[in-house]
């Protein structure tokens, strides 16, 4: 099951980031700082390897698009 929302999850990162970023839950939290507090919990000694590698690659695929959109939205206009 880990598996399988790892995948959904990576796949809503990869098509749609804009609106990953862009989510708040009902606390104000943004969708990058819960994603970041349920990959913290699932890193965790104790929790399976299998686990880690799965996690692992989605935490690969946030950071990667959020350091595209940022250096995106971050550049300097050229004349």
Wanted: glycine share 8%; with cysteine.
């Amino acid at each position: 099951m880990l598996q399988a929302g790892c995948e959904a999850f990576k796949e809503i990162v990869k098509h749609d980031i804009k609106q990953f970023l862009e989510w708040h839950d009902g606390n104000g939290k943004s969708a990058l700082e819960v994603s970041l507090i349920i990959i913290d919990r699932l890193l965790r000694p104790g929790i399976a390897e299998g686990s880690a590698l799965e996690v692992g690659g989605l935490a690969a695929e946030i950071v990667e698009k959020v350091f595209h959109v940022s250096k995106t939205y971050s550049r300097p206009d050229i004349n």
